[in-house]
T-cell receptor
Framework: EAQVTQNPRYLITVTGKKLTVTCSQNMNHEYMSWYRQDPGLGLRQIYYSMNVEVTDKGDVPEGYKVSRKEKRNFPLILESPSPNQTSLYFC??????????????FGPGTRLTVL | QQPVQSPQAVILREGEDAVINCSSS?????VHWYRQKHGEAPVFLMILLKGGEQKGHEKISASFNEKKQQSSLYLTASQLSYSGTYFCGTANYGGSQGNLIFGKGTKLSVKP
């Protein structure tokens, strides 16, 4: 089944404790992206990657890191989480081939709480 | 920059119609529409490409005005299942340059 998976789905942590949220897709997509969703603010992009070893900042990259060493994986790293990073996080992927009529697939989301 | 969606919220009775608008300050290559149910991930509805035609998906259709850098989503004869938050996502370029940015969403509530 074609899908984007995220782990963990729920996480409660404390300020300053480094954490990683994993994202993996099995569709051989070039493009992957991370969004955070907060009430009233919609889906705000954190980082995105057009292909392996290529990453770019989105609108709200502060406090986050990403890496794209393999095509299928795009982990989100919070080196020192703070309470303002409490949010619902979505990973997504899509193909960027010559035919750009391609939908973006979303993972199930990770609800993060930082105390 | 995030595209701007309007209205922010709309309440309908079953069978009524609604229009959700999405506009950008930059030239658009494509517009994507998604619907999100509470607690779930956004689900794809349709894509409109620059120079493309109006799209339709059952009783949900959309248009794309390239000159005005706007897209509109039309929901006809709404059903209870249409309730959710609708997001437009815009890309300024195609192919390998096509990063997708989403708006703040429009919350649609359909009442019996």
């Amino acid at each position: 089944e074609a899908q984007v998976t995220q782990n963990p789905r729920y996480l409660i942590t404390v300020t300053g404790k480094k954490l990683t949220v994993t994202c993996s897709q099995n569709m051989n997509h070039e493009y992957m992206s991370w969004y955070r969703q907060d009430p009233g603010l919609g889906l705000r992009q954190i980082y995105y990657s057009m292909n392996v070893e290529v990453t770019d900042k989105g609108d709200v990259p502060e406090g986050y890191k990403v890496s794209r060493k393999e095509k299928r994986n795009f982990p989100l790293i919070l080196e020192s989480p703070s309470p303002n990073q409490t949010s619902l996080y979505f990973c997504a992927s899509k193909s960027t081939g010559a035919i750009t009529y391609n939908e973006q697939f979303f993972g199930p989301g990770t609800r993060l709480t930082v105390l | 920059q995030q595209p701007v969606q309007s209205p922010q919220a709309v309440i309908l009775r079953e069978g009524e119609d609604a229009v959700i608008n999405c506009s950008s300050s930059k030239a658009l290559y494509s517009v994507h529409w998604y619907r999100q149910k509470h607690g779930e991930a956004p689900v794809f509805l349709m894509i409109l490409l620059k120079g493309g035609e109006q799209k339709g998906h059952e009783k949900i259709s959309a248009s794309f005005n390239e000159k005005k850098q706007q897209s509109s989503l039309y929901l006809t004869a709404s059903q209870l299942s249409y309730s959710g938050t609708y997001f437009c996502g815009t890309a300024n370029y195609g192919g390998s340059q096509g990063n997708l940015i989403f708006g703040k969403g429009t919350k649609l509530s359909v009442k019996p």
